[in-house]
């Protein structure tokens, strides 16, 4: 099958986050079943136009952040119509608008997580406003009565929230790094370790805050902020002592310092699921969250602790009672892989959502089986209710 995903960054993009990692993951899938994909996206600097991934996907890029969408439609005109078998609108705030002007091919939107309280967040008011209740409404009743593939039950029911229909929840892909786990020890003082983009909507200054609260009662905690973005030099300058950043690093020390930290602290304004908690506890480290969407589902799902209340203090009070050992039996954090799966049972759990739109033929269309690599109907509903804790065991 010819498959065509919209995206409006690839991995090669300085801004690259969760989503582009997903999509490359997918896509890698597809290639090793025997499908061929093309991901079109913005033009980045240094890297052609056109060019084959190491993975075998396709890769176009033209235009800007913002003439991406519009290239994206003229692409299609000119050289996509009549050529794929599949068209996949993955939304990043905006879509492509893919269901407008696709017409004669199965379209299915890829949407992580609606942006709703980000944008008071990203956006400059009025903006924020218009972003908000006008724009994203609309953009997203384009996809009404389209197939939509979402990551967790927190953004199924946001989708919903907005009158989209036909919203499946696909487990969030995820794949143990080869080899053991770094062999390191728990850090002698307290250590609180952020993971992220430094960006508003990410909260990182609320986790900070927290931490310069925490050490009113443990004077020799640390804290680890571990990441890039355009907030980093504001929260150098204000920083409290004990605070160390290490900015963006490879997978490696990445993983070194999470393992070693006692617990990851997460301070989104939501997620689609974040990954990064489910990573932390493969590595035998707990989290300690905001109860928002996305974060109240992988927090819950890898054993960690969220927090009611969305505020500094009711965080740094969270991270003193575990620091102190002083939390009851019931909410004693142990760290667990779960409710997410392998890369390869995502990819077909996007594809499977397919079967059902009446463009694709129905479910029973022998065709469409065999996209998913000939799989029987019972084979693919076991693998999508198959949690990665039954495959790789309890870390």
Not at 284 to 298: C, E, F, K, Q
Not at 312 to 338: I, M, N, W, Y
Not at 351 to 366: F, N, Q, R
Request: hydrophobic content about 40%; glycine content about 10%; charged content about 20%.
């Amino acid at each position: 099958m010819r498959i065509l995903v919209y995206n409006w960054r690839d991995l090669a993009h300085p801004c690259a986050g969760g989503a582009e990692v997903y999509t490359d993951a997918v896509a890698a899938e597809w290639i090793k079943m025997g499908h061929s994909v093309t991901w079109f996206c913005a033009a980045v600097e240094g890297h052609p136009e056109r060019e084959t991934s190491p993975k075998g996907y396709d890769i176009v890029r033209r235009g800007s952040k913002y003439s991406v969408y519009r290239e994206g439609r003229r692409f299609w005109e000119t050289e996509g119509d009549g050529k794929f078998d599949l068209v996949i609108d993955e939304v990043n705030t905006k879509p492509f608008g893919c269901p407008k002007w696709v017409h004669g091919t199965p379209v299915l939107g890829l949407i992580h997580q609606v942006a709703k309280e980000i944008w008071h967040y990203e956006a400059p008011w009025p903006v924020s406003w218009i972003g908000r209740y006008w724009l994203e409404p609309r953009w997203l009743k384009a996809f009404r009565d389209v197939p939509v593939v979402t990551v967790s039950e927190s953004s199924r029911q946001s989708l919903e929230e907005y009158g989209l229909r036909n919203v499946s929840e696909g487990p969030e892909g995820y794949e143990p790094p080869m080899g053991p786990a770094p062999s390191v020890t728990k850090a002698p003082p307290p250590t609180i370790a952020f993971v992220g983009r430094l960006s508003p909507n990410k909260r990182p200054d609320h986790a900070i805050e927290a931490f310069r609260l925490l050490r009113k009662s443990i004077p020799d905690a640390q804290m680890w902020v571990i990441g890039d973005g355009p907030m980093l030099l504001q929260l150098i300058r204000s920083a409290p002592e004990g605070v160390t950043f290490f900015g963006r690093v490879d997978n490696e020390l990445r993983s070194r310092l999470v393992c070693t930290a006692h617990v990851l602290i997460a301070t989104s304004v939501r997620e689609g699921w974040g990954l990064v908690v489910t990573e932390a506890a493969a590595l035998g480290t707990p989290t300690v969250a905001y109860d928002v969407p996305g974060l109240r589902d992988s927090v819950t799902a890898s054993g960690g602790v969220l927090v009611k209340e969305s505020s500094r203090r009711s965080l740094a009070q969270t991270l003193v009672k575990f620091a102190r050992g002083e939390s009851s039996k019931s909410d004693r954090l142990v760290p667990r892989v779960c409710g997410v799966n392998t890369w390869q049972v995502t990819a077909n759990s996007i594809l499977s959502a397919v079967l059902s739109s009446p463009e694709a033929g129905g479910a029973t269309t022998d065709g469409w089986w065999m996209v998913l690599g000939g799989a029987s109907e019972a084979q693919i509903d076991s693998e999508l209710r198959c949690p990665l804790i039954a495959t790789f065991g309890d870390p």
